[in-house]
């Protein structure tokens, strides 16, 4: 079964410094991983996914993240954080392989940034 | 072009009672997931419909069922409500069941008392 471990339920950081937000998965599988952001009252809107290729990825908003296959991670980071940015963020891990594409998400991180 | 839509957007039932929550995919996508997010929790993964036919289901009670029609809308129903299933309800969909992403919509907040 997969999972998604999430280290640190609230983050904060200062306006301008990098953000590190990190995940962890455990995948009996080859995993398509994924980060998501929710922003207050609404649904979840995709940052960035890795499936096969590339382990560095790019995303929306200036985040990216590093798959890690010997480390089963998949951090998330930006360089310099803005207000805006200020959200929950989860990650989530799809099983390669199988007929079904459900998402696993961890338990998020809420990220706070001070001015 | 419109995401993903859902209605509607907040519900409040007692215990016991029956709710039906919909959910519009974007346009020329065929499957759609539902997932439940309980305050201060990641989403949990409900049902999954493809062409009209469930791919997937979660560990979730006989309560919970769900379909979905020609056009490719999905309703979630949830029988005999308990006070834990207060949650929000997303809804996401994708053009299939491979690698592509799913796109959430704003979700059903239902609140049972």
Known sequence: A???TQLGSHVSVSEGALVLLRCNYSSSV???LFWYVQYPNQGLQLLLKYTTGATLVKGINGFEAEFKKSETSFHLTKPSAHMSDAA?????VSEVNTGRRALTFGSG??????P | DAGVTQSPTHL???RGQHVTLRCSPISGHKSVSWYQQVLGQGPQFIFQYYEKEERGRGNFPDRFSARQFPNYSSELNVNALLLGDSALYLCASSFGTGTETQYFGPGTRLLVL
Not at chain 1, 109 to 114: G, M, N
């Open chain 1, 109 to 114: 991180t809420r990220l706070q940034v001070q």
């Open chain 1, 2 to 4: 997969q999972s998604v």
């Open chain 2, 12 to 14: 409040i039932k007692t």
């Open chain 1, 30 to 32: 080859p995993p398509y």
């Open chain 1, 88 to 92: 929950e963020y989860f990650c989530a």
